[in-house]
Every structure is written in C-alpha cells, then in structure tokens.
C-alpha cells in the first residue's frame, strides 16, 4: 500500500465562500499537536488532532454555523483514496481531503454555488 506523507484539503470558507487548498502534513500532528487550518480571510475551516492511529476532523459547516466531527484512520487519511467532508443534517458536501492530483478534479457540487450567490443577496439586502 502507498502511503503519503501529504494531502491536500479542498475546502470552501464558511464565512467569505472562497474556494482554498490546504496542505497537511503527517509531520503537522506530531506530538498531537492541534492542526488548524484558516482561510485567506481569517476565518477558521478545520481543526485536526490524532490520537493513536486516528484522526478527528472538525470541520466548519457553511450550512449549520458550527463543526462537524469526523474521525478517519491514519491509513485512509495517507492513502491515494480521497475521504468526503459532508454535513450530516443536510448530507451536503463541504469539502475533500486527498492527494492534489484528484483533489484539483473533484467537481464542486452545484448546491455551491447557488447556496453562496443566496447567501450574498441576504447578506446585501440586510447590509442595506
Ligand atoms: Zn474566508
Ligand atoms: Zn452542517
């Protein structure tokens, strides 16, 4: 079995709706160190701890306005399988995890899109 020492997170901000990429390392949670990942904007996307062989994922949901936790084992999380982010109440995706070369593939669910181009007419109309 092939294992990475890299994959890659691909995953949209849940305050500005930015699309970003993020590295993550093995070497990143050594000594079980809490890895978070933040958008350009500042805003929080994921926390990452491991503890013994797994891994829990706490992702921001752009849906919900709170973490998901999902757990992964080291071996899949390493692997050349891509794991799925997705929000458990609405089933929706949130975003990917896996090696840049599928990752830079994957297709953006439309829901997307049109749940951010929603979002941006609210938030213009209540701006007002
Ligand atoms: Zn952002
Ligand atoms: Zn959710």
Redesign the pocket.
């Known amino acids: 079995m092939l294992i990475a020492t890299q994959t890659m997170l691909a995953m949209r901000c849940p305050s500005c709706g930015r699309l970003e990429y993020h590295m993550l390392s093995r070497f990143d949670f050594a000594d079980g160190r809490l890895v978070q990942l933040r958008c350009s904007c500042g805003s929080l996307k994921l926390m990452a701890t491991k503890k013994g062989r797994e891994y829990s994922i706490q992702a921001c ?6 973490m ?1 936790l999902f757990k992964s084992k080291g071996s899949l999380l390493w692997s050349l399988r891509v794991t799925d982010l997705y ?4 089933g ?1 995706e ?1 975003g990917h995890i896996g090696p840049w070369q599928k990752i830079k593939k994957t297709k953006e669910p439309k829901w997307i899109s049109c749940f951010m181009s929603l979002r941006e007419k609210i938030f213009s109309t209540t701006a007002k």
């Not at 929000?87 to 609405?90: A, F, I, K, R, V």
């Open positions: 949901c752009v849906i919900c306005d709170s998901h929000c458990p109440d609405t929706l949130l």
